[in-house]
């Protein structure tokens, strides 16, 4: 089975600080995304990358950015947290660069932003 | 970029078939169609895919008219454990790359 996890379940930051969250999937998979969940919107694209080192925008790309360093490893960072960030963050990867090639999700980090 | 409606939300009681429709009018040609099911505090998980007409697993049904311009997902003989939130999702080919459009879903409540 494909597994994707995310290194927080639940994480609080305050406003300014910087915030990074971390995913992993352990099955060579080409595709890693980022989304946000909010109540009432569904999900939303931040980012999401095909390859190593390479990314693209998403739908609400601003005030994030991303790093894919190795194949397995793709992480968000909120250069400066705020309150508006307050949402959960779901990680997805995908086998190749099909759109409509199952994506498989992790499970979720819940950030809190004071 | 290929948007869908859905009903925001559904009732339905157990034993029952229930048949969620997504719209997805501006559909393009190489999209396939994707739902996906969701549980409190998971991510989502994979159900059916489609192109056209109907497609079966051992979860649901996806029947998709000849025009393509909308879905519906048939989940036959519903119990509690199927009570989630279900994402319409249209495999979208923008320019530069992929982006995946997921709309805000259709929360099912099923009642004992």
């Known amino acids: 089975d494909v597994k994707v996890t995310q290194s927080s379940r639940y994480l609080v930051k305050r406003t300014g600080e910087k915030v990074f969250l971390e995913c992993v999937q352990d099955?060579?998979?080409?595709?890693m995304f980022w989304y946000r969940q909010d109540p009432g919107l569904g999900l939303r694209l931040i980012y999401f990358s095909y390859d190593v080192k390479m990314k693209e925008k998403g739908d609400i790309p601003e005030g994030y950015s991303v790093s894919r360093e190795k194949k397995e490893r793709f992480s968000l960072i909120l250069e400066s947290a705020s309150t508006n960030q307050t949402s959960m963050y779901l990680c997805?990867?995908?086998?190749?660069?099909?759109?409509?090639?199952?994506?498989?999700f992790g499970p979720g980090t819940r950030l809190t932003v004071t | 970029l290929a948007k869908t409606t859905q009903p925001i939300s559904m009732d339905s009681y157990e034993g029952q078939e229930v048949n969620i429709t997504c719209s997805h009018n501006?559909?393009?040609?190489?999209?396939?169609i994707t739902w996906y099911q969701q549980f409190p505090s998971q991510g989502p998980r994979f159900i059916i895919q489609g192109y056209k007409t109907k497609v079966t697993n051992e979860v649901a049904s996806l029947f998709i008219p000849a025009d393509r311009k909308s879905s519906t997902l048939s989940l036959p003989r519903v119990s509690l454990s199927d009570t989630a939130v279900y994402y319409c999702?249209?495999?979208?080919?923008?320019?530069?790359?992929?982006?995946?459009?997921f709309g805000a879903g259709t929360r099912l409540f099923v009642k004992a």
């Open positions: 501006n559909i393009a040609t190489n999209d396939y």
């Open positions: 997805a990867s995908s086998l190749t660069r099909q759109p409509a090639e199952e994506q498989y």
């Open positions: 999702l249209v495999g979208d080919q923008g320019t530069g790359g992929f982006k995946t459009i």
């Open positions: 099955m060579d998979h080409e595709n």
